[in-house]
């Protein structure tokens, strides 16, 4: 009688998964320390204690491994946004519920947060199509909402969306950076305060 074949698969799945892990821990510390342009395929193995060959069985290049992070960042961003949200009907809460999603995803995500909205222009088209993605969800979201009758459609949806979003990034980028810069429940009023009412509230 023959032995029933024993297979390693399950082993080797779970430890290329491990190894990819890996790398993408060592490409996020060593981007935010040097910057993208600052660091090589060869560097995020090392740090992540595997041959250089191996990166290469796991990302085409380093740009590849960091819209990696990105992505995985920016989905759980708008999963937190959403369930921010989803249990509020009325727009005032939803939109303090929503900056305060915002805010601390930033603290939590400090590094990213600078590596992504860094100068660095290898970073620039990953940061470029995060921000197109953000504004297509709002405007896609306030259309619905005019369809719907709960917002007037006086202000165009695409133009709202893009004035928002360059609102959000330019704001976390400049808190992440240093948050000595403002008290974390300063900016959450702030931004809530904006969308609310304007740059001038309580003038007519």
Same mark, same amino acid.
């Given at each position: 009688?023959?032995?029933?074949?024993?297979?390693?698969?399950? &082993?080797? $799945?779970?430890? %290329?998964?491990?190894?990819?892990?890996?790398?993408?821990?060592?490409?996020?510390?060593?981007?935010?320390? %040097?910057?993208?342009?600052?660091?090589?395929?060869?560097?995020?193995?090392?740090?992540?204690?595997?041959?250089?060959?191996?990166?290469?069985?796991?990302?085409?290049?380093?740009?590849?491994?960091?819209?990696?992070?990105?992505?995985?960042?920016?989905?759980?961003?708008?999963? %937190?946004?959403?369930?921010?949200?989803?249990?509020?009907?009325?727009?005032?809460?939803?939109? $303090?519920?929503?900056?305060?999603? &915002?805010?601390?995803?930033?603290?939590?995500?400090?590094?990213?947060?600078?590596?992504?909205?860094?100068?660095?222009?290898?970073?620039?088209?990953?940061?470029?199509?995060?921000?197109?993605? &953000?504004?297509?969800?709002?405007?896609?979201?306030?259309?619905?909402?005019?369809?719907?009758?709960?917002?007037?459609?006086?202000?165009?949806?695409?133009? &709202?969306?893009?004035?928002?979003?360059?609102?959000?990034? %330019?704001?976390?980028?400049?808190?992440?950076?240093?948050?000595?810069?403002?008290?974390?429940?300063?900016?959450?009023?702030?931004?809530?305060?904006?969308?609310?009412?304007?740059?001038?509230?309580?003038?007519?």
């Amino acid at each position: 009688m023959t032995a029933p074949e024993i297979t390693h698969e399950p &082993l080797r $799945r779970t430890r %290329r998964a491990q190894t990819r892990d890996r790398l993408l821990d060592a490409g996020q510390s060593l981007f935010a320390e %040097r910057g993208i342009h600052g660091v090589t395929s060869h560097d995020i193995a090392k740090r992540a204690g595997v041959a250089a060959g191996t990166f290469y069985l796991h990302f085409k290049d380093k740009a590849e491994l960091f819209r990696e992070i990105a992505d995985v960042a920016v989905a759980e961003l708008r999963r %937190r946004l959403q369930q921010a949200t989803a249990a509020h009907t009325d727009i005032a809460l939803g939109v $303090r519920a929503h900056a305060t999603a &915002l805010v601390g995803f930033a603290e939590e995500h400090r590094d990213l947060i600078r590596i992504l909205f860094s100068h660095d222009s290898e970073a620039a088209q990953i940061e470029s199509d995060v921000l197109d993605q &953000l504004a297509h969800n709002i405007e896609v979201a306030r259309h619905r909402r005019i369809e719907s009758g709960l917002m007037p459609a006086e202000l165009d949806p695409a133009v &709202l969306a893009q004035a928002l979003v360059g609102m959000w990034a %330019r704001v976390v980028a400049w808190w992440a950076e240093d948050p000595a810069r403002a008290e974390r429940d300063h900016v959450i009023e702030t931004l809530v305060r904006i969308q609310l009412s304007g740059t001038h509230p309580g003038r007519d």
